[in-house]
Structures are given as C-alpha cells and as structure tokens.
C-alpha cells in the first residue's frame, strides 16, 4: 500500500484534493440545529386587571411600569405586551449588572406607584427571567420588531404591505407571520327597513355570504341607526366585489347587497399592544424551509432589512431571535478552539 502511494503522488494528490472540496460543500450545505445565545440578565413584572381591555391596560399600568423601569441604573433595553387583562414588562439590564440590587430597586420604585393602579388591579409582581442559554428552546428560526413613529394599526398595515412581502421574497423562507394590532375586517351595515320593503329574509343575506366563503364573526344591532352590523374576518376581500354579490332574483331584478346595506373597511378587537423603549411595535417571525441552511438565510433576511432601512430610514429593526446568527457564532468559537489545538 505504501508502495503504490509513493509511486503515484500526482493521483494520490488529485484523490485528496476531491475530498477537500466534497468537504468544502458539505460544511456550507449541511443543516445546522439552534444552539445557545448568551444575553444580559432580564426581570419581568407581570400585572393582572381582569377584563381590562389592552388599551386601558396599556395607558393605567404598562406605561407607569416602563416610566418606573427606566429609573433604574443599568437598563439596556425594555419590551413590554399588553393583552386582555394583563400586562407584563421585560426588562433587560447591561451586562454585568448587579441584578440582585436591581431588582430591589426596582421593587421600591413599583411600591411607590402601587397605590396609584386602579382598584381590582394584581400586582406588579417582579419574576426574575432565566438567562437564555438555559432556557428551553422553542423559537422561531428569525424573529424581529418593527418599530417606527406609527400607531400601532398603522404599523400592522405598513408592515403587511412592505415588510412581510420583502422577507417572504427571500430564498429559503419558508412563511412570514406578523403579530400586534388587531386584522382588519370588513363591516357590513344591513338596512333592516330594505329588507323589510324587498321581502327579503335576514338568513338570505347571511346564506349569500356564505356561498363565497365569508363567515361572519359577530353580528349586532346598532340602537342608532336600527342597522344590523354584521363583521367579516376576511378584510382582504375587495368592497366592490362585495358590493356586486348578488342576494336574491325578485322577478327580472337581482338584489345586490349594495341594494340593501353598505360595506366599509374595518379593524376587529385589539388583541395585544407591544412597546420597546416606550413605543408601539410589532413583531414578525419568520421560518425558513427544512431543507434550507440556517445560516444562510439569516445573512440574507439581515440583508433584505438593510435594503429596507435604505427605503425607509424611519424604521427601526430589533432582532429578537437568529438562529444562524448564533449558529455562525459558535461555529467561529469552534473554529478558533480547532486552531489551537
């Protein structure tokens, strides 16, 4: 064996250098699992309001907590969400700071505004938040926060519009979901007093929007106008569409629905409001494809959010999870341990 390797070095070479490079493509390809991600220590105050809705909960305990939070010394970053009933504030610290001391500061500082919540409210109760490394992981591929001087729907639209279409462009993404606001809707305003001339019966209406798939998600009465408002979860459906839907045939005419209610755009129930360092976001995430190279398509989704702070410098971008970021990070630790051994 040694013989025939000593007298054939040029076919021994071009055997090692095919292995070089079958190795070479097999690193850059192979799929590559989340691994851990070293973050500043983080408290948590959680408040409970129930049956609050998340507007009140926002301006009555959210906003004082944060305006308390800031107080303390050694704060980096603030994310606060509040939903039906609850609030809850993360509060993330340098690192290096003494978070014992922190959060006795913190707990001070939130005994002073207790007695100013509103009756009924719980808390706020101080949770310290385990450091992400020893957390169980169950993330998203990519997720970030858009954060820009909106409110908090007009975010959500922007970012339907702009944002979630650029990322869901991306080679290896595989879907892109955005989360804050409330979805828009369509409202339908049924004049009862038409109905009634035209001898047409409620169900007929409901069974025609049926028949082109628009459930409704709640209907009502307006003590006002005496109207029926009926809302449609799908508020992606064009209003002259609508308005062309055909209800019922009396004799030679076809009724449309403009004939007897009229159709707006609309939002449904605020479900959650997200803030970071005091101002509305929303949070997008993202999941790339299984066969897909994390790593990879993190650089690409980093890239594709420059593009988009070019277009729209009023934008802001808060990475929240990465995992080929973190992969790449432990793949250079690796690389440099190799080194020297």
Do not use: C
């Amino acid at each position: 064996m040694i013989e025939f390797v000593v007298k054939r070095p040029v076919f021994i070479s071009v055997v090692y250098f095919i292995f070089i490079v079958l190795g070479f493509f097999a690193v850059k390809n192979i799929k590559i699992d989340l691994l851990p991600v070293v973050s500043g220590p983080k408290l948590i105050v959680s408040t409970n309001w129930p049956y609050t809705s998340p507007e009140t909960i926002e301006s009555r305990i959210t906003v004082p907590v944060e305006e308390v939070a800031w107080k303390i010394k050694g704060v980096k970053h603030t994310f606060s969400r509040s939903a039906y009933g609850m609030s809850q504030v993360e509060i993330e610290f340098y690192r290096g700071t003494n978070i014992r001391f922190a959060e006795f500061l913190l707990k001070e500082e939130l005994s002073k505004i207790k007695k100013t919540l509103p009756i009924g409210v719980s808390g706020p109760f101080v949770l310290k938040s385990l450091p992400e490394e020893l957390q169980e992981k169950n993330k998203n591929f990519f997720s970030f926060q858009v954060i820009a001087p909106f409110n908090i729907q007009k975010l959500r639209e922007f970012s339907e519009k702009n944002i979630l279409p650029a990322i869901g462009s991306v080679y290896g993404v595989a879907g892109v979901e955005v989360y804050g606001g409330s979805d828009s809707v369509l409202r339908v305003l049924i004049d009862n007093e038409k109905l009634k001339a035209l001898n047409i019966s409620f169900g007929s209406v409901l069974g025609a929007l049926r028949v082109v798939s628009l459930k409704p998600v709640s209907v009502s009465l307006n003590s006002k106008s005496k109207k029926t408002v009926v809302v449609l979860g799908r508020g992606d459906v064009d209003i002259k569409d609508l308005e062309n839907l055909p209800v019922m045939k009396k004799g030679n005419r076809v009724v449309k629905l403009s004939d007897i209610a009229s159709v707006f755009k609309g939002y449904g129930l605020l479900n959650s409001l997200s803030r970071v360092n005091g101002m509305d976001a929303v949070t997008i995430t993202v999941n790339k494809n299984n066969d897909a190279n994390a790593v990879n398509v993190s650089e690409k989704v980093h890239n594709k959010l420059k593009e988009l702070k070019s277009r729209f410098p009023f934008l802001r971008f808060k990475v929240i999870e990465d995992t080929g970021r973190d992969i790449k990070r432990e793949i250079e630790k690796l690389g440099v341990k190799a080194f020297y051994i």
